[in-house]
């Protein structure tokens, strides 16, 4: 009994390894893209409900025909939309960084920007400068 299962694993040749690991690779492969296709129904804003029920439906009931169907039919406009997502995403962060990190400074600049522009034209005078400039740094 002890010498089968010694023999078991070397009876398994190099080729069969190599050809389990290339499907446990594809399977893999395989359930990523039927994932990412699925949460591309999902997210499509441009379908309804019934749409994205019926798009469901047929990736789920028959999975080869419906997601090679699905990326010949939407496979350019699945890339679009995964851009324009990501740009709207970007743009979000940026607009979130300049309100939390940049707003404060930059509204700090344009206000000593605007009284010195006042106190050039006259219509401060130096004390009033100094005064208002002291104002808007301690704020």
């Not at 040749?13 to 129904?41: A, Q, V």
């Not at 995403?89 to 309100?99: A, L, M």
């Not at 010195?116 to 704020?139: R, Y």
Request: proline letters at 1%.
């Amino acid at each position: 009994m002890k010498d089968s299962a010694v023999n078991l694993a070397v009876d398994y040749p190099l080729l069969n390894m190599f050809w389990t690991m290339l499907i446990l690779f594809l399977w893999i492969l395989w359930f990523m893209l039927l994932f990412r296709i699925i949460g591309d129904i999902f997210r499509d804003d441009g379908l309804n409900g019934w749409g994205k029920a019926g798009w469901t439906a047929f990736v789920v009931l028959l999975p080869f025909l419906g997601v090679f169907v699905y990326l010949i039919a939407r496979g350019r406009s699945m890339g679009e939309r995964e851009l324009n997502r990501v740009r709207q995403n970007e743009e979000q962060f940026r607009s979130y960084v300049r309100e939390t990190a940049g707003g404060g400074g930059s509204g700090h600049a344009d206000e000593l920007a605007r009284l010195a522009d006042l106190k050039s034209s006259g219509a401060i005078t130096e004390a009033e400068f100094a005064q208002a400039k002291a104002k808007v740094l301690a704020s």
